[in-house]
């Protein structure tokens, strides 16, 4: 019989509604029935294409025996991180700050009050490696429970007063200047892999906004080895088996140095990142690699992640039926040279070769995950294509990995200003109508009648959880990418009535800090509070770019202080420790530049001479520069506002810090003029 999961809009708490643990979502319902029924509260926490989550469910949530004594015990719990990020964050602080290490599943015992008292994450069916098995984890919670009630209290009471101590130490208002920024430079400079490209070693993840701080800082200050090291390191990625050779996209990271082996699941949020980031590598150096990597990503996001909706799916599991009924990480994407020669015939060992393909292999019994390692020799291009083709015809035979389809709205709005780009660096309309058809849906499905953003839907209805600072800050961003790209205000002005949403109930007024949460939401065992970039921006930094972008599309004062003042932490943690706060940084460098204002008028926007200076105001290189295109005495953006055509031609106005340059008409002077 189906648990109390069975109405979620979460495909992983859908994964468990036929588990025999009489799971409950989180709920105050949940909490008042542990009070109720004397029980702790067993807390498990996952996300649908975590393979770690799969294992554990299979070993004991779909046990007898286990869910048994797990219903009898304890009021059991399931929560999807990515619906509740906020949970997540706050018992993952608690496990981080107990144990030294974190990850998923996690597995947190509470009080009915909701504080932790013991934590732990993957627990196995039977004891090995030197850890507990998960029965015996179970059973010692209970007797603690039973016979050392206080002591259980007093643990749970210390970790809270822990937690309630752990606030950060906001290390001032005022942003980031030339000196910080060159100290976070110098910081990447060294645990930059020069072999490899990356930061770091094993496991290594894309460092997507990262590398947008080192193409923003070569832009504003011509620095060679920043732009070298962003340049590497996407050649390295895209060469290597964390990108797709066959279907484009990228998996979530590395096991590896060298990028040969991904963790296979491919998230929403990496390919959007890295998407916008070969596409303005491309702006930087008109690489022709970075042009098809981003081309190639934006097409997997289409084809493989947009929902019957128009929005885009969370993840693609890395799990698939290997053809034998078992599941299997990476089944769907690897390789023998065996399967290869069954494919192609003759051609099998040309494929070897290009795609690293070896009898031995780079993965699991074998099999090879393909890459473009760099060879002498030239490999005959209509032919590899041909064999991409034919490959590519082959997998899609293969059981396909599984889909998380639920649509969430920030990493929606990280695609929304990936798509919008890509399309129109590109001259792929099909893609800004694929942003502008993602946005529709945001808007129509997860604002409500005040701008508020609900986190989640799925299939088109909406979620319970309430939108969180990324969810905000992450739409705004697509919209005003939106806006610059399409010329139609109404993307600004929904992006201001989220970003009034930030100023009132997500910013401290007396430091200016952000929290992830709003004012009015949920109130768990502390506010949530991170401003480290992590697989994407935090909401904090995410906030800091919106709100600058916002302020120089309009001129509004309390959007532009709030960014400034969010960037006190990138002032203070970028010098530290660069490689996690690299969207901070990246906005930092935009607000050292101006960022610039660029207004295009044309007689219309179809007008082939305006259409020409702002595809050339798209393409400058500017850190953060903001575009508004319109007609004369348009009112849909503000800097259109006495912005005359000159001589009668369409014409661009480009200012920065109060002051503007002389208009032009010639798409040369325009491009001199925001080369960075």
């Known amino acids: ?218 832009a504003r200050t011509g620095a060679e080895g920043a732009l070298q090291m962003a340049q590497d390191t996407c050649e390295r990625m895209a060469r290597g088996g964390i990108y797709d050779q066959l279907g484009g996209g990228f998996a979530r990271y590395s096991v590896d140095r060298d990028w040969v082996v991904p963790h296979f699941e491919k998230m929403l949020y990496d390919n959007a990142l890295l998407c916008r980031v070969y596409t303005h590598l491309w702006r930087t150096t008109g690489s022709e690699l970075a042009r098809r990597v981003a081309l190639e990503t934006a097409d997997f996001m289409v084809r493989e992640l947009r929902t019957n909706e128009g929005g885009f799916a969370s993840a693609l599991d890395a799990d698939s039926d290997d053809g034998t009924g078992r599941h299997v990480e990476g089944a769907y994407y690897v390789w023998t040279p065996e399967q290869l020669r069954d494919v192609l015939g003759d051609d099998a060992e040309l494929a070897a070769r290009c795609f690293g393909v070896t009898e031995e292999g780079t993965f699991e019994e074998g099999a090879s995950v393909l890459q473009l390692p760099q060879q002498d020799g030239v490999f005959d291009a209509e032919k590899v294509e041909s064999v991409k083709q034919r490959l590519r015809a082959a997998r899609a035979e293969r059981p396909a990995p599984g889909r998380d389809d639920k649509i969430v709205a920030a990493w929606n709005g990280l695609a929304i200003a990936a798509l919008a780009e890509t399309g129109a660096y590109f001259d792929r309309p099909d893609l800004v109508d694929a942003a502008l058809a993602a946005a529709d849906l945001l808007v129509r499905v997860h604002l409500d009648d005040h701008a508020r953003l609900a986190r989640t839907s799925k299939d088109g209805r909406v979620g319970a959880n309430a939108g969180v600072l990324e969810d905000y800050a992450d739409v705004a961003e697509g919209f005003l990418a939106l806006a610059s790209v399409t010329g139609e205000g109404v993307w600004l002005e929904f992006a201001g009535l989220l970003l009034d949403h930030v100023l009132v109930g997500f910013v401290d007024e007396k430091s200016g800090a952000l929290y992830d949460t709003a004012a009015d939401a949920e109130q768990l065992i502390r506010r949530p509070q991170d401003p480290t970039d992590n697989a994407a921006p935090s909401g904090w930094t995410a906030a800091a770019g919106a709100l600058l972008g916002y302020a120089a599309q309009t001129g509004a004062e309390p959007h532009r202080t709030a960014a400034e003042r969010a960037l006190g932490m990138v002032k203070a943690l970028g010098p530290r420790v660069p490689r996690f706060i690299g969207w901070g940084l990246a906005v930092a460098e935009a607000n050292l530049d101006g960022p610039r204002e660029v207004a295009i008028v044309g007689p219309s926007l179809d007008d082939k001479a305006t259409k020409a200076l702002h595809r050339t105001a798209l393409l400058g290189t500017a850190p953060g520069a903001v575009v508004a295109y319109g007609v004369p005495g348009s009112e849909e953006f503000p800097l259109l506002a006495d912005r005359p055509l000159v001589g009668g031609e369409p014409s661009a106005y480009v200012c920065r810090n109060f002051t503007c340059d002389a208009p032009t008409t010639d798409p040369e002077r325009l491009r001199a003029a925001l080369s960075g």
């Open 1 to 218: 019989m189906p648990n109390r999961l069975a109405h979620e809009t979460s495909p992983y708490l859908l994964q468990h509604a036929d588990n025999p643990v009489d799971w409950w979502p989180w709920s105050e319902e949940a909490f008042e029935e542990a009070r109720r029924s004397d029980k702790p509260v067993l807390l498990s926490v996952g996300y649908s294409s975590c393979h770690w989550c799969h294992v554990m469910a299979h070993e004991s949530f779909e046990d007898q025996a286990t869910a048994d004594f797990q219903n009898e015990h304890f009021v059991n719990i399931k929560v999807d991180r990515e619906e509740r990020p906020d949970v997540d964050a706050v018992y993952m602080e608690a496990v981080q700050a107990a144990t030294g290490q974190g990850g998923w599943p996690m597995t947190v015992f509470l009080t009915p009050d909701a504080e932790p008292f013991y934590f732990g994450t993957y627990f196995p069916p039977a004891p090995r490696h030197g850890m507990p098995s998960f029965r015996q984890v179970l059973e010692g919670v209970s007797v603690a429970w039973r016979d050392r009630r206080e002591e259980v209290s007093d643990v749970a009471g210390k970790i809270v007063r822990d937690l309630a101590g752990r606030e950060i130490g906001f290390g001032g208002t005022e942003a980031p200047g030339e000196q910080e920024l060159a100290q976070a430079l110098l910081g990447l400079t060294r645990e930059y892999d020069p072999q490899r490209g990356g930061f770091g070693g094993a496991p290594k993840f894309p460092p997507s906004m990262v590398i947008e701080f080192l193409l923003r800082h070569h």
